[in-house]
């Protein structure tokens, strides 16, 4: 068999002596493999069919592509490569921001006549329509996506979303729970069946699909630490779990006193349940021992404990993360043994995210270093 380069197709010689050419033309619109075979007297015959082949099919890219518009292609990239190389859950975002943002006001576009002013109208639009600058923020980095893969492609010479600027998303400002807060909260927290996994998440910083995951077994009572090895996730109302993408989620969390209290309060309820370890591994079940699900949880326990203790609608499950980091700051903790904490892939994040809550860390540390640095007056 004669060795070609990639993308040059295979060729070789029969028993009979004729010269065989096989050249892969990728996939069709359905996602089926299209392949071409060629014969010929010699070898070379056999290299020049399989150029008019490679060049004809080029053609009828081009021409394809021509009256291919932006929705078809859009499917097709979210059938055949989104969908092969994404989780399922990243799927699911692309496809309802493509349905609701982008389709129904540029799908009809011809791929080939997508450009830069088609797009700031798109966006134009879709502000005059109400949208959120956070969806529209989504919808130009999923387009982005998509039509960064059709530049690779060959389907266009370059990305016209370069031209769209960013819509400005201001960042919600973090506000912890104050320690009476925290108080009210964890009092309030010990009368329910899965109550403690709110104490547990202020007093560890785990994300609520973390916890949701959490099983017995990543948990040691005696040493005081929990293990973060994977996390749930919904799709299209199915609970999966998952193992977390970066090394950094996947960690060790040491437990004070106070979580500890609330992991042998949520065990002593599981018994009670008739949900042992050993039957449901599962920490914080849902009363069937499945896992929980994000609105149900929401609706039958936080909403009613943030309620009972006082504590206002603006503050969300998330912020429980943010008040372990702002305990831990008060502390004097370093703000990368937070990070690590948190499970933050990047310190930038951590440090952006709780700069405004190390004022009063920095201030500390100033009279701290002024008292080190002061002159001792000598003795007269």
């Known amino acids: 068999m004669s060795k070609r380069g990639s993308g040059e197709g295979t060729i070789h010689q029969r028993e009979d002596g004729r010269w065989v050419g096989r050249l892969s033309l990728g996939k069709d619109v359905n996602g089926d493999r299209q392949r071409k075979t060629v014969y ?7 290299i020049a069919k399989l150029d008019e082949v490679k060049l004809q099919a080029r053609l009828n890219q081009k021409a394809f592509v021509a009256k291919d518009s ?25 496809e309802s921001s493509t349905r609701l943002q982008t389709v129904p006001f540029i799908g009809a576009v011809k791929l080939s006549k997508l450009n830069g002013e088609k797009l700031l109208e798109w966006q134009g639009t ?10 529209r923020l989504r919808s130009i980095r999923v387009l982005r996506n998509a039509l960064n893969k059709a530049v690779k492609l060959g389907l266009l010479a370059f990305n016209p979303c370069n031209v769209l600027d960013k819509p400005r998303v201001d960042r919600k400002e973090v506000i912890p ?15 329910h069946r899965v109550g403690d996994i709110i104490t547990l998440a202020a007093m560890t910083g785990l994300r609520k699909r973390e916890l949701f995951a959490l099983e017995w ?14 996390a749930c996730e919904e799709i299209s109302g199915k609970v999966f779990t998952k193992v977390p993408k970066t090394k950094s989620s996947r960690r060790m969390v040491t437990l004070e006193p106070i979580a500890v209290a609330a992991l042998e309060s949520r065990l002593k309820k599981a018994k009670d349940e008739g949900f ?19 609105s149900n949880f929401d609706r039958n326990c936080w909403y009613p404990i943030r309620k009972a203790a006082g504590i206002p ?41 709780y700069a405004h809550l190390m004022q009063d860390a920095q201030a500390t540390a100033s009279s701290k270093l002024g008292a080190m640095m002061e002159r001792k007056q000598p003795a007269e």
């Not at 879709?126 to 969806?135: F, P, W």
């Not at 009476?180 to 909260?185: P, V």
């Not at 077994?217 to 994977?230: D, T």
Request: with cysteine.
């Open 177 to 191: 729970l104050e320690l009476d807060q925290c108080h009210r909260l964890f009092d309030e927290c010990a009368a």
């Open 70 to 94: 932006l929705a078809a292609y859009l499917q097709r990239w979210l059938n055949n490569d989104v969908a092969v190389n994404r989780s399922a859950k990243t799927l699911e975002e692309y």
């Open 126 to 135: 879709l502000k005059r329509n109400g949208m959120s600058d956070n969806q």
């Open 40 to 46: 010929g007297r010699t070898q070379q015959d056999v």
């Open 276 to 294: 042992d370890p050993d039957i449901v591994p599962i920490c914080f079940p849902d009363t069937i021992g499945g896992y929980l699900r994000g």
């Open 313 to 353: 609608k603006t503050v969300t499950f998330h912020d429980m993360r943010h008040t372990q980091a702002s305990l831990m700051l008060a502390a004097g903790v370093d703000l990368k043994v937070i990070q690590e904490r948190l499970g933050h892939a990047d310190f930038s994040t951590t440090a952006n995210t």
């Open 217 to 230: 077994s990543a948990v040691n009572l005696s040493e005081g630490v929990l293990f973060v090895r994977k």
